[in-house]
């Protein structure tokens, strides 16, 4: 049983570049939200994607931008690169919550992560 | 939005002694707590949670406690051991699917 996977391992880029990371989720899984880890800090939401659509949003730039394909991968996309960008990006699966307007929280489980290097 | 306050930034401890972590939140809506260990160049991996309709749980060695009143919540790790140096992360879950993290706290068990 696979886990959540994430490629690529490292990325290097500059200044105004856009790049593009990818997640796939956990075997059994349909939801992946995306986090952002800067160093020495706790990862921060970026947004979540179920049933193809963005879902949840986190207080992230619209330069992120995520897609959610119909066999549950995802990939997040980040425009204009800035320094600041810099970070550890993380990606989590979960099953859907519940059923019936019945919100039961799911465990979230991890990638390896991408670290993104912005020189 | 949700804030989460975690204490100690750091904390070491010897061998065999018990470590607590703690953390605050602010919004009551919050009803899903995890903590998560991260060794260093890893994934955060999921090592105990709780609902809020519970006010303590335990697995071996780690428990966690929740005061919904005071809105905080604890991780406890007894008989530490050197295996479990790393950083330790708490969340918590006001709406939906979405975790926020406290800023983490470094645990060094010295043997």
């Known amino acids: 049983d696979a886990g959540v996977t994430q490629s690529p391992t490292h990325l290097i880029k500059t200044r105004g570049q856009q790049v593009t990371l990818r997640c796939s989720p956990k075997?059994?899984?349909?939801?992946v939200s995306w986090y952002q880890q800067a160093l020495g800090q706790g990862p921060q939401f970026i947004f979540q994607y179920y049933e193809e659509e963005e879902r949840q949003r986190g207080n992230f730039p619209d330069r992120f931008s995520g897609h959610q394909f119909p066999n549950y991968s995802s990939e997040l996309n980040v425009n204009a690169l800035l320094l600041g960008d810099s970070a550890l990006y993380l990606c989590?699966?979960?099953?859907?919550?519940?059923?019936?307007?019945?919100?039961?929280?799911?465990?979230?489980?991890f990638g390896p992560g991408t670290r993104l290097l912005v020189l | 939005g949700e804030n989460v306050e975690q204490h100690p930034s750091t904390l070491s401890v010897q061998e065999g002694d018990s470590a607590v972590i703690k953390c605050t939140y602010s919004?009551?809506?919050?009803?899903?707590f995890p903590w998560y260990k991260q060794e260093l160049g890893k994934r955060p991996q999921l090592i105990i949670d709780?609902?809020?309709?519970?006010g303590e749980k335990k697995d071996q060695r780690i428990a966690v406690t929740l005061n919904k009143t005071a809105k905080h919540f604890s991780l406890h790790i007894t008989e530490t051991q050197p295996e479990d140096s790393a950083v330790y992360f708490c969340?918590?879950?006001?709406?939906?699917?979405?975790?926020?993290f406290g800023a983490g706290t470094i645990l060094r068990v010295k043997s």
């Open positions: 075997s059994g899984h349909d939801t």
């Open positions: 969340a918590a879950s006001p709406e939906g699917n979405k975790l926020v």
């Open positions: 709780i609902r809020s309709n519970v």
């Open positions: 919004d009551s809506a919050s009803n899903y």
């Open positions: 989590a699966s979960s099953s859907s919550p519940g059923t019936g307007g019945v919100w039961v929280q799911e465990t979230q489980y």
